[in-house]
T-cell receptor, first 111, second 111 residues
Framework: SQQGEEDPQALSIQEGENATMNCSYK?????LQWYRQNSGRGLVHLIL?????REKHSGRLRVTLDTSKKSSSLLITASRAADTASYFC???????????FGPGTRLSVLP | DAGVIQSPRHEVTEMGQEVTLRCKPISGHDYLFWYRQTMMRGLELLIY????????DSGMPEDRFSAKMPNASFSTLKIQPSEPRDSAVYFC?????????FGQGTRLTVV
């Protein structure tokens, strides 16, 4: 079964708005990562948050992690059309070296 | 660094034929992963290597799939014989533990 489950499956917003995506997972983890995938391309790493961290920022990205609820959120502020992509969370299931990816959230930012 | 390099980018083959996908990881990375992405099943881990040794191949769908890593700079994923249900995008990724660096993928179509 999927370790990470993103929510919503699809999100459509206007340019300039904020986009929030959520991820839930099942097992204990060392860290959780978010990736972006543009259509027809490979995944690109965005940000990593460790299990002892609660919040992390990178540019317009803000990631939170709640290990008690086994959930994370990715916030993209002041969205741009170029942010249109699929976003995946990935967790190191049971502290493993391989990462389990969720099904992703398809974000569409309309100009 | 050129990143993870996969070849070919596109492959169209007839059912029953052998298909070989190739991957050159980033120099210095000691983990290599093969993933398959489809609309129905999302991103699935097929197999991963550490220091050229296969660690977990539980994701390999069946005996028709095999993967090798003869040295630190090269890996192959072979499907023999190929079937239409193998049609997908196959990604290779490498890491030093943690963040994955993905290749651009090979889009395989089996007709």
């Amino acid at each position: 079964s999927q370790q990470g489950e993103e929510d919503p499956q699809a999100l459509s917003i206007q340019e300039g708005e904020n986009a929030t995506m959520n991820c839930s997972y099942k097992t204990s983890i060392n860290n959780l990562q978010w990736y972006r995938q543009n259509s027809g391309r490979g995944l690109v790493h965005l940000i990593l948050i460790r299990s002892n961290e609660r919040e992390k920022h990178s540019g317009r990205l803000r990631v939170t992690l709640d290990t008690s609820k086994k959930s994370s959120s990715l916030l993209i502020t002041a969205s741009r059309a170029a942010d249109t992509a699929s976003y995946f969370c990935a967790t190191d299931e049971n502290y493993g070296q391989n990462f389990v990816f969720g099904p992703g959230t398809r974000l569409s930012v309309l100009p | 660094d050129a990143g993870v390099i996969q070849s070919p980018r596109h492959e169209v083959t007839e059912m029953g034929q052998e298909v070989t996908l190739r991957c050159k990881p980033i120099s210095g990375h000691d983990y290599l992963f093969w993933y398959r992405q489809t609309m129905m099943r999302g991103l699935e881990l097929l197999i991963y290597f550490n220091n050229n040794v296969p660690i977990d191949d539980s994701g390999m769908p069946e005996d028709r799939f095999s993967a090798k890593m003869p040295n630190a700079s090269f890996s192959t994923l072979k499907i023999q014989p190929s079937e239409p249900r193998d049609s997908a995008v196959y990604f290779c990724a490498s890491s030093r533990g943690g963040q994955h660096f993905f290749g651009q993928g090979t889009r395989l179509t089996v007709v």
